[in-house]
């Protein structure tokens, strides 16, 4: 995969050099190019910024070098055999990034990204590129950074992660929060590791059993009990029919169970009573 980053803060993406995407990299797993916006102004003050239209408080980034930096991008990206580029604009205006999201943007062969800063970067770039390749406008939470560099780094690393041979171990991401399949929709219960006793606290005696059955249903019931305690959004949105039989017995008991009219649109609704404390 060949990554491209144009911002004005080369070194903001310097944690790409370090663990698993920087192991991936040296590797050649990952090519990541990180570009210099500034290399294309032509002012003595390589401006890339001016007022908005309109009027309004902050600036906007300028058409012309974000032009002129993704053709050069693009050109010697097909120069050395890259293929199907998409482009990532970090906004907080974007779809959400899911778990779902970063599958889809793993199995593409070249990304690049365009981290932008102050008021965002002027409409018309997403608009002319988007005749030239998919757009996808991400945004990584409902909230505003100062600039779209740390969301590239993480759209980067939930990316990477997913790619063959990045992972020491390939099925480590197959439990993972919101990993597509069983846990599609649902947060990882907790993990435990040795000592078995630490300060008083022992780990719960089913780890122990060595029975997997018995182990795989607590670890499935600790992943329905954390996700109804942080995120009962994400079991309100679940399909029914993607809980089995002890599913549904846990989800009971934790204050949950099918809408029959729901159950048609592929959504749960909460009791007020008999909730687990």
């Keep these: 995969m060949r990554l491209d980053v144009v911002t004005i803060f080369p070194e903001y993406l310097e944690p790409l050099n ?27 003050h390589n401006t890339v910024d001016d007022t908005p239209y309109g009027g309004g408080p902050g600036m906007v980034m300028k058409t012309d070098p974000w032009g002129d930096a993704l053709d050069t991008v693009l050109a010697d990206g097909y ?4 293929r199907e580029p998409a482009l990532i604009v970090p906004t907080p205006s974007g779809r ?14 070249w ?28 945004s990584i939470g409902d909230y505003v950074l100062a600039g779209g560099e740390a969301a590239v780094l993480v759209i980067t690393e939930a990316v990477a992660r997913l790619l063959p041979g990045v992972l020491g171990n390939a099925e480590s991401h197959r439990d993972d ?7 599609a929709g649902l947060l990882e219960g907790p993990v435990y590791t040795k000592p078995p006793v630490w300060r008083g606290r022992d ?21 329905l009990r954390r996700t109804t305690l942080n995120r009962p959004d994400l079991i309100e949105r679940c399909d029914p029919k993607a809980f089995d039989k002890k599913d549904r017995e846990m989800l009971s008991i934790l204050g949950w169970e099918p809408d029959p009219d729901g159950e048609r649109y592929g959504r749960f609704w909460r009791r007020a009573d008999g909730v687990e404390e």
């Design 18 to 44: 370090v663990s698993l995407v920087g192991k991936a990299r040296a590797r050649g797993q990952l090519n990541v190019q990180v570009h210099d916006l500034r290399a294309w102004t032509y002012d003595r």
């Design 79 to 82: 120069e050395t055999g890259a």
């Design 96 to 109: 959400p990034f899911t778990q779902e999201l970063a599958v889809e943007l793993a199995e593409r062969p």
């Design 111 to 138: 990304l690049i990204f365009t981290p932008a800063r102050y008021e965002g970067i002027d409409r018309r770039v997403t608009d002319e590129y988007a005749t030239r390749m998919p757009v996808h406008e991400v």
């Design 177 to 183: 929060s919101f990993a597509p399949g069983a846990m």
């Design 203 to 223: 780990i719960p005696e089913v780890l122990l059993s060595g029975h997997h059955g018995k182990i795989a249903r607590w670890r499935r019931d600790e992943a």
